[in-house]
């Protein structure tokens, strides 16, 4: 080999393979993640803006768009909680950082994040005028995002158990 041949790619593959097992999550209580409790708050309130936009719509009643900015800010606000615990996690857990499914959801996570930031955003000071067209829409459009966002981090958690405790798969069920 000459000198100026580029130095060869040497990776470990043993120390590879245990950087890709080390999946356990870190931010959690008592061995459960927090990102797991917490996504149930953005996951549920942006199905609540959908429905109180979809109820202003039918009835006309002024009570749904309040009713609606509110659980924006809650989507939007309890969504960045969430996003920073998850974020975290994927920095500085090896099994999570090395895999570009968890870099996936974390792009699906920040596009749903600012989409859901902007539903706020134009909600606030006219809850009512936001409604028709341009917020149905935009919570039309979050709400999807949701869906496909939270069925992916279900599936790190199912296809590759990342944020699941070491030993549970060998402790006997009951
Ligand atoms: C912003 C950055 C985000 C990052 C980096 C991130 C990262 C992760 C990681 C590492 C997991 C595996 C479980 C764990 O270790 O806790 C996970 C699971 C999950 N994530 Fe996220 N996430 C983010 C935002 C979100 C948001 C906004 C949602 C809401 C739709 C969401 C929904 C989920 C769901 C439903 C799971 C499965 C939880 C379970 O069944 O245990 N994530 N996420």
Redesign the pocket.
Known sequence: MSSTDPEPDLTDPVHENRALQATE?RVAIAGH?L??ML?AF??ALSFCVLGADLLYWVTGDGFWPVAAGWAAFGAFAM?VV??IT??V??LIVPG?RNRSA?WT??IL??M??SLMGANWWLRIGQPEAAVLPLGLLLSLIVAGL?GV??WH??K??FDYQ??TSAGSSSRPSG
């Open positions: 999550s993640p990102h797991a996504v953005p996951i969504g969430a996003g998850g974020t996690e994927l999570i968890s959801h974390f996570a920040v749903l994040l949701t966002t939270g981090g279900g790190l958690v990342i944020g």
